[in-house]
């Protein structure tokens, strides 16, 4: 069993991008299942094998302990890890391949508290892989764009498992191949900082961006599309790298 946890910030793209990698391995005959861990989201593009909101009820939480919503979705949050255990049978009585899971919106609610990380150590797997989405429409300035990617180094060091990150929403993006550029050629991301940042500000912001590249904690962006599915191939087939070494699904 391959696992795949979706972090990234509100509306990056998770649950979409969850939609689509599940109807791709459906499409090449792999048995794949998606889980939602987000017990506040209303509505989702997929349907869950695994779903937290039949674990969690977030109206009688928000009633019991006389909570907002936002109080109500740390208490959630933090309840996942109690119920690891029912996740996990939940996920072995499927028997899948490939399980993708669609984790809070929030990415706070998931890695930076205790319960995520919990949950992503203690989930029982052959391989497990986080992808941290990129929201394109988000990253359209270079010091936007190197804030996300320490917002994707921290939750890299708090998950502690492989991690790709993806820039999402591709198809809508005017800069998006801009942005690729800049995660691959870091002389092409300076010199679009130069024409907003400079002085100490350009200094700081071009140490920054190059101590990540040179950690390799950002080797490079995998733009993709959750309608289009453009950038399918190479970012499946790195999780299949990643899962057992496997080789690229071939496009039919």
Known sequence: MNVVFLTGTAGAGKSL????????????????????????????PY?????????IDLQEIMQKYSLGPNGA??????????????IQDEIDSSNADF???????QVELFAFRESGPYVAKGLRADSKAVLFLIDS????????????????????LRMELPMLQVLSKTDISRNAKEIAK???????FEESLSGTKG?????????VFRALKHASISPGLYPVSGYTRDGFIALVGELSRIAQGGEEFEEN
């Open 17 to 44: 991008l969850t939609a689509s990698l599940l109807s791709w391995y459906h499409e090449k005959s792999q048995n794949a299942i998606a889980v939602n861990l987000d017990p506040g989201v209303v509505a989702l």
């Open 47 to 55: 349907e869950p094998e695994v779903d937290v909101r039949t674990m």
């Open 73 to 86: 979705l740390i208490f959630a949050s933090d309840l996942i890890a109690s119920k690891l255990p029912e």
């Open 99 to 105: 399980v993708i899971i669609d984790t809070p919106g």
């Open 137 to 156: 429409m988000l990253a359209s300035s270079p010091t936007n764009f190197l804030s996300l990617l320490l917002l994707a180094t921290s939750v890299h």
């Open 182 to 188: 800049w995660s691959r050629e870091p002389a092409s």
């Open 199 to 207: 002085g100490d500000s350009y200094t700081f912001y071009t140490q």
